[in-house]
């Protein structure tokens, strides 16, 4: 009965929150297309302007040539400071020998400027996608370790001494013990992760590479061509809502079953 | 903690009994090879096999209780658990998650978790805590059935003297400051012929004799 009565408003929850997401997407265009009218200018041009270029864009390849290869930046970047980070982070949360090792280095990395990081990486790798990739990673890293050494100080030592009597492996202690436990706090990790990822790889892009939506924003922006900077940009966004509504939420629901069921 | 000296003979049921703070759950973890911060020894072999009854059930709340029972298992898919199942009362329980379950009910997953592995030693602390009283008396029954059945070498944690004469054949009485062993006492009758006027009979004989442990 209750968990009837649950469902029904958790329904009732979800098309409200559809409602909603709809309408501040509606009110995004409507008052970008009134300003654009008034304005009336090469500098603002109007959403359909921009979607008649996204499509010319789409139909050239141009757009997938350079969206394919951004993209390819962001996950390479994203997955590899998510695992590096992750473990980096399991360790300082878990050893105060290893905490106290890599604090130092984490304070640096935590303040040092995003550009300053892609300069050196650039100046001392060369202008390649290596170092390209290990630069944004190395941007998002510490924000990963900072975030996961907080899921791993709060880890339940019940479990951790369940695990220990019943003399689990390491696999199951880190797959089916450990992991959960940090999930939320991978998933917080990851959502913030993605946004500044990308944002990233695009200056990443602007200063030593020849494709890539950041490549081409220089680009346009060389031409005054705001409608096309516009174009790439959104065309952009629509692929990180994507990842957002079609992988990370799924696994993430599917991640709190347990939670779903039992409140 | 201080000079403890115990053997436990294989196949018995043994009882700890104390009040708080006088080593009883020190001597569990111990046992259970959780704290290595003793100066002594424990001949226990090293491949023993040995089942854990934590007074929290400690279940994984992502993991249905039957994930739950079959994570301790080596090749978990490969053992048959539906007589555990059986005579724990948790048969069509596998697919719930621990956060629906009451505390009597999860503690008997707990058990039945360490049963999966078919333990050599099964160590139980302080199994009735927090449970109404008919709860209790059930979870008692559940224990002894266990037992009975497969005979695996029992150290119970408790402070409950008459659960402790109802349920082992030894039992070890403990006082606080330093923890030390004040008293060793056999039971020879069977648990099946232990009623109530032998059980209060033999409490208020240890109170008579113990009186600083059980009061």
């Known amino acids: ?252 629901s599917r991640a709190n079953r347990w939670r779903i069921q039992t409140r | 903690m201080r000079g403890l000296d115990l053997s436990i003979a294989a196949g018995s049921l043994t009882a700890l009994i104390g009040p708080s703070g006088c080593g009883k759950t020190t001597t569990l973890r111990i046992l259970g090879g959780l704290d290595h911060d003793y100066d002594g020894s424990v001949s226990v072999g090293p491949e023993t096999r040995i089942g854990y009854v934590f007074q929290e059930p400690r279940l994984l709340p992502w993991r249905s209780v039957d994930q739950n029972v079959r994570l301790v298992l080596d090749d978990p898919d490969a053992v048959d658990l539906t007589a555990i199942y059986g005579r724990l009362g948790i048969s069509d329980m596998g697919r719930r998650f621990p956060g629906e379950l009451s505390l009597g009910l999860a503690r008997r997953v707990s058990i039945a978790r360490a049963l999966a592995i078919r333990p050599e030693i099964l160590l139980l602390d302080e199994p009735s805590a927090s449970l109404d009283e008919t709860t209790a008396q059930r979870m008692r029954a559940l224990i002894l059935d266990v037992w009975q059945a497969d005979r695996p070498t029992t150290v119970l944690v408790t402070h409950n003297i008459r659960e402790a004469i109802q349920l082992a054949d030894r039992l070890v009485l403990l006082a606080p400051r330093p923890g030390r062993m004040i008293g060793d006492v056999a039971i020879d009758r069977p648990q099946d012929a232990r009623d109530t006027a032998f059980i209060e009979t033999l409490r208020e004989d240890l109170i008579r004799r113990f009186p600083e442990t059980i009061a």
């Open chain 1, 1 to 252: 009965m209750a968990v009837a009565a649950d469902a029904g408003r958790r329904r009732r929850g979800g098309k409200g929150r559809l409602i909603g997401a709809l309408a501040s997407t509606a009110s995004v265009f409507v008052v970008w297309a009134v300003a654009a009218l008034i304005a009336d200018s090469r500098l603002l041009p109007t959403p359909w302007r921009v979607f008649d270029l996204m499509i010319t864009a789409i139909v050239s390849g141009d757009l997938v040539f350079h969206l394919t290869a951004t993209l390819g930046r962001v996950i390479a970047a994203f997955t590899a400071a998510m695992l590096i980070g992750s473990a980096i982070g399991l360790a300082m949360g878990r050893s105060r020998v290893v905490n106290s090792a890599l604090d130092v280095w984490l304070v640096l990395l935590l303040n040092i400027p995003a550009l300053v990081v892609i300069i050196l990486a650039y100046v001392w790798f060369g202008l390649n996608e290596t170092a390209a990739i290990c630069a944004v990673a190395l941007n998002k890293l510490p924000n990963v370790i900072v975030t996961i050494r907080e899921g791993a100080r709060a880890l339940d030592p019940d479990l951790d001494q369940m695990a220990r009597a019943f003399k689990l492996n390491w696999r199951k202690r880190l797959f089916e013990v450990v992991l959960p436990q940090l999930q939320p706090y991978i998933a917080a990790a990851a959502r913030s992760g993605l946004s500044l990822v990308w944002k990233i790889v695009l200056v990443v892009e602007l200063l030593g590479r020849s494709n890539g939506i950041g490549f081409q924003l220089n680009l346009y922006f060389q031409l005054f061509d705001v409608a096309s900077i516009l174009a790439y940009a959104l065309s952009f966004i629509l692929v990180m809502l994507s990842i957002e509504i079609f992988i990370l939420q799924p696994i993430e």
